[in-house]
């Protein structure tokens, strides 16, 4: 089964970064996309963006232009998105999921999901 | 920007069907999938590419997608079935999720 941890809850003032973990279990990691989905408190899912963890390619919605890095270590098969200046909107729990090996060009779904990490934004 | 729209809520009676739904621009030409999240946990995929189900989803989960609008449909609702579901679509390289749907049992 696949299996992805995330990192622990954050406290952060406003204009800082932050930056957070999933880690993958087994091999499901390798060649996968492993995208980013947040949900502010008492709202919907947010899509943020997404990183293969094959090539390290990412893309993001442009909301997040210029705030998001995502990165990767295969070695430890490890993701990352950090998102800095950060403000009180961007309190949410953060998820990681991966992507279905299903996928084609047209079909695009998460048959997994981290725990989440709760950001909490406040000065 | 593509976007998808739920009902904000649904309430069902036990044992009653329950259909969601999700409208978006010649929806029924992309590929749906539908997610259950409930309190405070991670979202579950329950239906995927229109109307498939993962192994382990129960067989009362179903989906169609046809024109304008998915629908997820729930047969035979039970309790342990209230939960937020979200609807999520692929386009132009951006992932689109639906605002959610809170289905209330009572």
């Known amino acids: 089964q696949v299996q992805l941890v995330q990192s622990g809850a954050e406290v952060k003032k406003p204009g800082a970064s932050v930056k957070l973990s999933c880690k993958a279990s087994g091999d499901i990691f390798i060649n996968h996309d492993i995208n980013w989905v947040r949900q502010a408190p008492g709202q919907g899912l947010e899509w943020m963006g997404w990183?293969?963890?094959?090539?390290?390619?990412?893309g993001h919605a442009q909301k997040f232009q210029g705030r998001v890095t995502m990165t990767r270590n295969t070695s430890t098969s490890t993701a990352y998105m950090e998102l800095s200046s950060l403000r009180s909107e961007d309190t949410a729990v953060y998820f990681c999921?991966?992507?279905?090996?299903?996928?084609?060009?047209?079909?695009?779904?998460?048959?997994?999901w981290g725990q989440g990490t709760l950001v909490t934004v406040s000065s | 920007s593509y976007e998808l729209t739920q009902p904000p809520s649904l309430s069902v009676s036990p044992g009653q069907a329950a259909s969601i739904t999700c409208s978006g621009d010649k929806l029924g030409e992309r590929y749906v999938c539908w997610y259950q999240q409930k309190p405070g946990q991670s979202p579950v995929l329950v239906i995927y590419?229109?109307?498939k189900r993962p192994s382990g989803i129960p067989e009362r989960f179903s989906g169609s997608n046809s024109g304008n609008t998915a629908t997820l449909t729930i047969s035979g609702t039970q309790a342990m079935d209230e939960a937020d579901y979200y609807c999520?679509?692929?386009?132009?390289?951006?992932?689109?999720f639906g605002g959610g749907t809170k289905v209330t049992v009572l």
């Open positions: 590419q229109d109307n």
């Open positions: 999520q679509a692929w386009d132009n390289s951006q992932v689109i």
């Open positions: 999921a991966r992507v279905s090996p299903v996928r084609t060009r047209t079909l695009y779904f998460f048959d997994n």
């Open positions: 990183m293969n963890s094959n090539s390290g390619n990412a």
